[in-house]
């Protein structure tokens, strides 16, 4: 028996999600369908993450059991040549036999785009949530830094989950703001100087507001309701206080509302 | 009478192209349609470039003649206001009575995004044409250099188009190469500064090649068929001087072959 870890990043745009459903295309699915026809026999693949339906992965990690003896960089092209586009083994490596992506996972990050303001972009609205009014983002960033820590994170779940407990420890929860011309900003920065003599061809004038959470575990729908109540926070709806008070034992529905799933990543896993 | 002069920004992806077709919805269509009920009454818009399905916009010009008088601020808020997300105004200005956008420009800028070689990126892959192989790109750089200048592209256009000369001047045509730690590159850079610990998080391993040409004018697919004839010097099909050749009495059926609509952006159009 072989355990194969396979690094992962795909668009969720057009998936129900990673997680195999009885309807509908996943992540999951295709990965294990492309596994299966090397193993001759199905082959269950363990995700890191379930990432719901329209939420992308740069770095997914997934585990899983196999007999065949390919060698990993042919298995990389190989599942490359079988799947979708929008799906990308980045690689395939041997795991030590009691890996599980899932349980032996120390840390996940996430991150989520947004931008404030302005013309939305036609080459990023798949991958940022685009919100018409100005957000008070000082405020925003004080309310992001209360979630560091091992709290209660009760309010911000889905509702219907069934988890032992809400508890979690998040590491790092800060919000970052990428100027226009940022090296870091996505398409932006690269398309103006596609045309750097025409001042009126696209590059949004509002930045990127950029929120990274790291932390052992993520409760479903966890990091979509914090940026929920993040931007009531910057809409000037609630107070960078009301995020500490809602750790301190609110309600799912005292919190703010969940943000759309285009704007989250899977950034990466981390394993010891 | 007054004359608009709008800038459109577009994702070509799903469109029949630029102008309006008996089948299939376009950017003219969409735009008139917006128009007209500011004019109540049908507006013909025209585009300074017809560009083909599939093909992207970063600043598109168009004109039309309306009677209506609203504030052109408003004006571009309630245009973007009807129009799906994947077409945007950036902006609306008066232009003079004698404006028109295509007869009135100077110069167009067009860009097409290759990569050669790696895995390619999920997240660029409707904006750039990915390819499998290394390409040898000083080649393609000495061969782009050679259509600087007025020359009969009578091998560079779409067969069966009818214009009356196929002879236009070129005054920028470039290949560059963004390495991925490029401020200038797409998705890359930002994507994986999002999950600095995760070496493994997507990054592209190969640089995107950005090729540009500027031009008084340029002939149906001319630019595709340039980038085409030059993947195929990259390949080492043919030699850079093919490129002298060409120019110097070539036939359509003597270049390359036609390269694929994604990679390819009208980048902007210049006006006295």
Known sequence: MR?????????????VGWQRQAEGESIQGLIEEALARF????????????????????????????TFTHDVGKLTRALNAQLPDDV????????????HARFSARAKTYC???????????????????LPEALDVPAMQEAAAHLVGTHDFAAFRSTGTDVATTVRTITVSHLRTLA????????PS???TLAPSHPRTFAPSHPLLLY??????FLRHMVRA??????????GWRSPDDMAALLAGGTRAEAGATAPPHGLFLAGVDYD
């Not at 990274?212 to 575990?217: I, M």
Request: proline letters at 5%; glycine letters at 12%.
């Open 112 to 130: 989520y785009q947004l931008r404030a303001g302005g013309v939305a972009s036609p080459f990023d609205r798949a991958y940022v949530w685009n």
């Open 190 to 192: 690269h398309l103006r």
């Open 3 to 15: 355990v194969l870890k396979l690094t992962i990043a795909y668009d969720g745009t057009r998936f």
């Open 39 to 66: 193993e001759g026999a199905a082959v269950t693949l363990h995700g890191a993450g379930r990432t719901d339906a329209g939420v992308h992965a740069l770095g997914q990690v997934a585990s899983a059991r196999v």
């Open 226 to 235: 914090i940026v929920g109540t993040l931007v009531e926070i910057g809409r």
């Open 88 to 99: 990308r083994v980045l690689s395939a490596e041997d795991a030590p036999p009691d890996f």
């Open 180 to 187: 226009p011309s940022h090296p870091r900003t996505l398409a």
């Open 212 to 217: 990274k959470a790291t932390g052992t575990g």
